[in-house]
């Protein structure tokens, strides 16, 4: 199985990192062998406090971060500083999440990591890359410049974080890479080439010249067969029927002439969750219910992606990586965390 795979095992990384993308990049090498060490500011990263809290961080810390060990250092101190330049010379591959010219300005720019360490492969993620606009952005910006959020009239951000996961896979990727080839130096990986990635079926029907371009909006809601249906009930499934023999599945279970939006609307509608759950299980046919974060946990095909994380009383379910299994969850006190 992939999760048995560790071929990073005996590369040292040292994680420069805080929030999601970098530190995910983290949790991934780790979880395919490499020893990481995160050093995080005298006041911990700030994903530490968001709730809700078990050992004292926030579980979005533990998902992260689990597997590695934590130092706490003030980079704007001098001696801190040496302290981390020290530690280059022990590790091949160091990640780094902040702003660019930030390290610069600390004194601890390319030139001078590869003078402490001439092997050091550094992986740089910011926003919009190491010679671009130094200006700061989160996914919400970033998905926003990709187009993406272009084509959805709501006003909410999606309730996922589709630049800062997909960048540190395609940084997982490029470090992998990196490491196949022998490269040193620095890699630039943006969070914003993940937005990207993320939209290439998008750019594929939308950038085209503008009598080219699609108004059926088919994968944002405008083809009946691939949308969202609110239930009698209140909850909604997803249908995503593309191909014609789904489309026929569908139409001869629901009985629909036209089969347009209208009519869909009104078949889902007379139906719950669960007896729309019943009515497919036997055709299957691309429709399948739109689940929340704590059902999707008792899923059968997601429940052995996740695995317990227990204090006293509470348990909490932590994501795994497909490079992981349960007994990369920690039992008791969750991290070694190095005080000097």
């Known amino acids: 199985m992939v999760k048995r795979l560790k071929p990073l095992k005996g590369h040292r990384v040292l994680e420069l990192c805080s929030l999601l993308p970098c530190p995910m990049l983290g949790l991934l090498l780790s979880d395919l062998g ?7 500011g005298t006041e911990g990263d700030p994903v ?3 709730p809700p809290l078990a050992f004292g961080r926030g579980l979005m810390y533990h998902a992260l971060n689990r597997g590695k060990t934590v130092r706490k250092l003030d980079l704007g101190k001098p ?7 020290e530690l280059v010379k022990d590790h091949d591959i160091l990640l780094e999440g902040f702003r660019p010219g930030v390290l610069e300005g600390m004194d601890m720019g390319i030139h001078v990591l590869s ?38 009239e709501s006003l909410d951000p999606l309730p996922l974080q589709a630049a800062d996961m997909s960048t540190a896979m395609l940084a997982a990727i490029s470090t992998l890479a990196a490491i196949m080839e022998g490269q040193k130096g620095a890699l630039d990986v943006p969070l914003v080439m993940g937005a990207h990635l993320a939209a290439f079926p998008v750019y594929a029907r939308f950038t085209g010249p503008s009598d080219m371009r699609t108004d059926t909006r088919l994968l944002e809601g405008g083809y009946p067969f691939y949308r969202m249906y609110r239930t009698r009930d209140g909850r909604r499934v997803s249908v995503a029927a593309i191909e014609p023999k789904f489309v026929q599945r569908i ?41 929340y974060p704590w059902e999707t946990v008792k899923h059968p095909v997601f429940k052995t992606m996740f695995a317990p994380l227990t204090e006293r009383e509470n348990t909490f379910l932590l994501p795994l990586t497909p490079f992981a299994g349960p007994e990369d969850v920690p039992k008791g006190t969750w991290v070694k965390e190095r005080q000097s």
Not at 79 to 85: A, E, F, T
Not at 120 to 146: E, F, K, Y
Not at 261 to 272: I, L, P, V
């Open 34 to 40: 490499a020893d990481v060490l995160k050093i995080e």
């Open 48 to 50: 530490r406090n968001v």
């Open 79 to 85: 001696g801190d500083r040496k302290q981390v330049l």
């Open 115 to 152: 003078a402490y360490n001439p092997d050091l492969l550094v992986i740089r993620m910011s926003a919009l890359g190491q010679n671009q606009w130094t200006r700061p952005a989160h996914d919400l910006n970033l998905v926003g410049l990709s187009g993406v959020l272009g084509l959805n």
């Open 251 to 291: 139409i001869k279970i629901t009985g629909l002439q036209r089969a347009d939006q209208r009519e869909m609307e009104q078949w889902f509608g007379a139906y719950t969750l669960q007896e729309l759950i019943d009515v497919f299980s036997s055709t299957p046919a691309c429709v399948e219910p739109v689940l």
